[in-house]
Nanobody
Framework: QVQLVESGGGLVQPGGSLRLSCAAS????????MGWFRQDPGKEREFVAS???????????YYANSVKGRFTISRDIAENTVSLQMNSLKPEDSAVYYC?????????????????????WGQGTQVTVSS
């Protein structure tokens, strides 16, 4: 059974930065898609970013338009972790951030942003952007 544990959330001022980390245990996930989603109370879970093995040593990175250019997703294969570097944070980035992993190795790019295609979820970490 795969377990995902997020860390790194907190309170930051607008324009600041935070780095979220997600540690996976139970199975190596180097060839499986992993991603980050976020959710505000009363709203649907929203795609943030994902990374997918594209063969060989290549990993594709995919972002929601709202975070493109500000957020960077990365993986450490040896440590079985995925991270999300968030820069130029805005109040609207405030949410609970969830790490997710899919069992479908060949999940096509167009399906990476759909939370229903992920099988494992972390418990979430709160990010609050406020002055």
């Amino acid at each position: 059974q795969v377990q995902l544990v997020e860390s790194g959330g907190g309170l930051v001022q607008p324009g600041g930065s935070l780095r979220l980390s997600c540690a996976a245990s139970g199975r190596a996930l180097d060839n499986y898609p992993m991603g980050w989603f976020r959710q505000d109370p009363g709203k649907e879970r929203e795609f943030v970013a994902s990374t997918r093995w594209n063969g060989g040593y290549a990993y594709g990175k995919y972002y929601a338009n709202s975070v493109k250019g500000r957020f960077t997703i990365s993986r450490d294969i040896a440590e079985n972790t995925v991270s999300l570097q968030m820069n130029s944070l805005k109040p609207e980035d405030s949410a609970v951030y969830y790490c997710a992993a899919s069992n479908t190795r060949g999940l096509i790019v167009g399906l990476l942003s759909n939370s229903e295609n992920y099988d494992y979820w972390g418990q979430g970490t709160q990010v609050t952007v406020s002055s």
